[in-house]
């Protein structure tokens, strides 16, 4: 069976939509529909210990936004909802003041829970088997000196091995075309400027002490 799926891309720009997902629970009940598929509110309920009334409302705000819905079957409470897949992506900021306050919160919370399940892998992972654990990788390297062509060089090598490895196996979220034996993989990367460029970093904040007056005075 093929594996290779076009998905629908979404930029998510509206304030609404941006704070619909930076909700702790609203993510667990979206992790569950995909680690799991179709679930009814109440069945959720029971797995995130929650009210099936309070998991039902945060469904509903999630479907309004177009990240769940409903699925085939039952009735109120009782009919399923599903994950909507699509490719996503964080719209940049614009020049409204809530969109773009909406746009960092949802940032701040992602990258709270990214680092959140590194440091779940990092505590349990002795228990893990060692296949896991020689196949898992946490790399950096800090204060690596490119220039932006350099910097854009890596970034196109590195988007080509996600196409390449992570995109053609989006459509897994179906546990029918899941392989035997797979779980769900959190992959973050950002590469980034750490400090100012080459010619500013060792210049003084100031001038010496002095060394203006010296100059007025010739």
């Not at 995130?48 to 009334?53: A, G, L, Q, T």
């Not at 705000?61 to 109120?76: D, N, R, S, Y």
């Not at 959140?116 to 228990?127: G, Y």
């Not at 100012?196 to 010739?218: I, M, Q, S, V």
Request: proline letters at 8%.
């Amino acid at each position: 069976m093929s594996e290779s799926v076009n998905l629908p891309r979404r930029e998510i720009a509206e304030a609404g939509a941006l704070r619909a997902l930076a909700h702790p629970l609203r993510w667990r009940l979206l992790r569950e529909l995909v680690v799991h598929g179709p679930a009814t509110a109440t069945a959720l309920a029971e797995r995130v210990d929650e009210s099936p009334s309070n998991c039902s409302w945060h469904l509903r705000q999630l479907a309004k936004h177009g990240f769940v819905e409903e699925a085939e079957g039952g009735t109120g409470r009782q009919r399923p909802w599903r994950f909507v897949l699509q490719a996503t992506s964080v719209a940049e900021a614009g020049d409204d003041p809530e969109t773009a306050h909406a746009r960092e919160a949802l940032l701040d919370f992602l990258r709270q829970r990214d680092l959140q399940e590194l440091r779940a892998w990092e505590a349990t992972q002795h228990r893990e088997p060692s296949a896991w654990r020689e196949a898992a990788v946490v790399a950096d390297a800090n204060y690596v000196w490119l220039s932006a062509e350099e910097l854009a060089a890596f970034t196109t090598a590195l988007t080509e091995l996600i196409h390449q490895h992570l995109t053609p196996r989006v459509g897994r979220v179906d546990p029918a075309h899941r392989p035997p034996g797979s779980r769900p993989i959190t992959f973050t990367a950002w590469a980034v400027p750490a400090g100012p460029p080459h010619e500013e970093a060792g210049r003084p904040a100031t001038d010496p002490p002095g060394e203006e007056d010296d100059d007025a005075g010739d």
